[in-house]
């Protein structure tokens, strides 16, 4: 059986708070971890299909917090 692993890496001003909306959101075979102005998710699967809509929604779902984080921001 094929192993797929990914890692994708994003820069952020509060990239703790990015981090924690994203943790939620997180299936089984994915790791979100904030590291510095780092925002680190691991995405592993067996499946070529289940990782790409792994990462689709994972890119959805960043965009999203990235939205939220900056309302945030704002309001402070």
Same mark, same amino acid.
């Given at each position: @059986? @094929? *192993? +797929? !692993?990914?890692?994708? %890496?994003?820069?952020? !001003?509060?990239?703790?708070?990015?981090? &924690? $909306?994203?943790?939620?959101?997180?299936?089984? $075979? @994915? %790791?979100?971890?904030? #590291?510095?102005?780092?925002?680190?998710?691991?995405?592993?699967? %067996? *499946?070529?299909?289940?990782? +790409?809509? $792994?990462?689709?929604?994972?890119? @959805?779902?960043?965009?999203? &917090? !990235?939205?939220?984080? !900056?309302?945030? $921001?704002? &309001? #402070?």
């Amino acid at each position: @059986m @094929m *192993q +797929i !692993e990914g890692t994708i %890496t994003t820069r952020h !001003e509060c990239a703790g708070c990015i981090a &924690a $909306s994203l943790k939620p959101d997180n299936l089984r $075979s @994915m %790791t979100t971890t904030a #590291e510095g102005d780092r925002v680190i998710t691991k995405i592993t699967g %067996t *499946q070529a299909r289940s990782v +790409i809509a $792994s990462v689709d929604d994972y890119l @959805m779902n960043l965009a999203i &917090a !990235e939205d939220a984080n !900056e309302r945030c $921001s704002a &309001a #402070e």
